[in-house]
């Protein structure tokens, strides 16, 4: 392997530690952040989503209040929830996990969570702030991956980066953060062309399409930054990124491993986000 590896657990360690150090400052002033994190249902990879959010705010300090419902929780049930939850002083970030049951339009519940208190970013007010630079709550797994670049010292102006997806939790709002650093953007998906073609102009690839190993070594220049946004299982039911890792990490001057890259980042970015609407609410 000729690729350094950008290790999401090492970073994700120390941006926690430092979390948890302004966590502290912020009680001793008598204010402790508090996650509100609603469960609708018994999908089980949200149920392991869920647990490992609640888990990374104990050991960083902040108090979570887990909420769980059963399947059948009615649309009007969880905008009561959402907006008494919007009125509570303790409560600083407000987290309906993904996906809902059929009955519950996802948009309309996340568009009821305060933007103050929508600490996931995907309320429309978030997105638009992302999209003109104004101040608010971005969505965690881009954010991570900016930390990640961060991380390495990357210097984004100028260079090409190849976003590969455009879902409004990954693939767009990277688009827009990196834009904001002066890359010069390209967003590829589904029904792109020759993906190849843009992907072999990369100075930096993003791949977040959710399918097993798309990205091989001959879609990559030697020297590329390659971050794996994917989560999949393989055919043998292994856990995979979106990157063909054993031949990429071949060509790429820095990879992301799949488990131990990304997943991480987004949970430490969920408390960041937190913290921050905690000391927000406290000037
Ligand atoms: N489901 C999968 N990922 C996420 C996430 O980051 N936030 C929420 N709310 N639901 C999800």
Known sequence: MTAQLIDGNALSKQLRSEVARRVQTLKQRGLTPGLAVILVGEDAASQVYVRNKVKACEEAGLNSVLERYGADLTEAQLLDRVRALNEDPGIHGILVQLPLPSQINSQKVIEAISPAKDVDGFHIASAGALMTGMPGFWPCTPHGCMKMLESIDYELRGKHAVVIGRSNIVGKPMALMLLQKDA???????????????????????????????LTADMVKPGTVVIDVGMNRD?????????DFAGVSQVASYITPVPGGVGPMTITMLLVN??????RSAV
Do not use: N, W
Request: glycine share 6%.
């Open 184 to 214: 010069t953007v390209t967003i590829c998906h589904s029904r792109t062309k020759d993906l190849k073609a843009h992907t072999r102009t990369a100075d930096l690839i993003i791949a977040a399409v959710g399918r097993p190993r798309m």
């Open 235 to 243: 055919v043998d039911g292994r856990l995979c990124g979106d990157v």
């Open 274 to 279: 937190t913290l921050e609407s905690a000391e």
